[in-house]
Nanobody, 124 residues
Framework: QVQLVESGGGLVQDGASLRLSCVAS??????MGWFRQAPGKEREKVAT????????SYADSVKGRFTISRDNDKNAMYLQMNSLKPEDTAVYYC???????????????????WGQGTQVTVSS
């Protein structure tokens, strides 16, 4: 059974840090990423990463503040979020594809598997 399970969300103040985790099971996912959806907005890419971990990709809005990483031995992926802002408030989703060159790397529309989401709320 394929599962992606996120954890680490919460309520923090402006400027704080959080670390999200996603543990995968049931498949080997060569492309993984974090996406988020705020109320009334479309789901958007936050950061994605290939199997090797050497080519991370970030949305412009989080560059320099967020860092994506993965531990293939643990089948896990992480998102270190620093200098959080109120506009980062959203439900954050882990998503994945078995394909190394999946366009899940660029768009949530092309990801094959999704976690249930974890809420991140940043208060001003």
């Amino acid at each position: 059974q394929v599962q992606l399970v996120e954890s680490g969300g919460g309520l923090v103040q402006d400027g704080a840090s959080l670390r999200l985790s996603c543990v995968a099971s049931g498949r080997t996912f060569l492309t993984m990423g974090w996406f988020r959806q705020a109320p009334g907005k479309e789901r958007e890419k936050v950061a994605t990463i290939r199997w090797s971990g050497s080519i991370p990709s970030y949305a412009d809005s989080v560059k320099g503040r967020f860092t994506i990483s993965r531990d293939n031995d643990k089948n896990a992926m992480y998102l270190q979020m620093n200098s959080l802002k109120p506009e980062d408030t959203a439900v954050y989703y882990c998503a994945a594809s078995e394909s190394l060159w999946s366009d899940c790397y660029n768009s949530p529309r092309n990801c094959d598997y999704w976690g249930q989401g974890t809420q991140v709320t940043v208060s001003s």
